[in-house]
């Protein structure tokens, strides 16, 4: 088939519920659902004021988000970057990034390239302003 589909909310399984981390947290990666084999994307979504509990970056993977809903900060290795919506940014390979929900959440939407095994997850890496 030339084409697939996949509802992000309803038919993509929230993996945030196995790690432990909802309901302040919600992941989906829809990349298997849709059976896509060189790009990734993923629904993601942050309760208000919570900050992502690891920092992340990848070997080979580069990636843009854009804001759906609500706004935040993100820290991009050294920077911190306010977020908005429909705001779009993008992040090299080989950059840490992590990010924080302002007071209305935070909800947005990741795209990259894809390699398995690619990211690398950093407990506690923004542990400071």
């Known amino acids: 088939m030339s084409w697939t589909q996949a509802n992000?909310?309803?038919?993509?399984?929230?993996?945030?519920?196995e790690g432990g981390l909802a309901p302040d947290v919600e992941a989906r990666f829809a990349r298997r659902k849709?059976?896509?084999?060189?790009?990734?994307?993923?629904y993601q979504r942050l309760a208000p004021?919570?900050?992502q509990s690891f920092g992340h970056k990848h070997g080979e993977d580069e990636e843009v988000y854009v804001v759906v809903g609500g706004s935040g900060?993100?820290?991009?290795?050294?920077?911190i970057v306010k977020l908005s919506e429909w705001?779009?940014?993008?992040?090299?390979?080989?950059?840490m990034r992590c990010f924080e929900a302002g007071e209305n959440g935070l909800t947005y939407l990741a795209f990259g390239t894809?390699?398995?095994n690619d990211p690398e997850m950093v407990p506690d890496w923004w542990s400071e302003d």
Not at 34 to 42: N, P, Y
Not at 73 to 79: E, I
């Open 34 to 42: 849709l059976g896509a084999e060189r790009v990734g994307v993923s």
């Open 73 to 79: 900060r993100v820290k991009v290795d050294n920077d």
């Open 49 to 51: 004021g919570v900050r």
């Open 8 to 17: 992000m909310r309803t038919e993509v399984e929230d993996s945030a519920v």
């Open 87 to 95: 705001d779009a940014i993008r992040v090299a390979p080989e950059t």
């Open 114 to 116: 894809h390699h398995e």
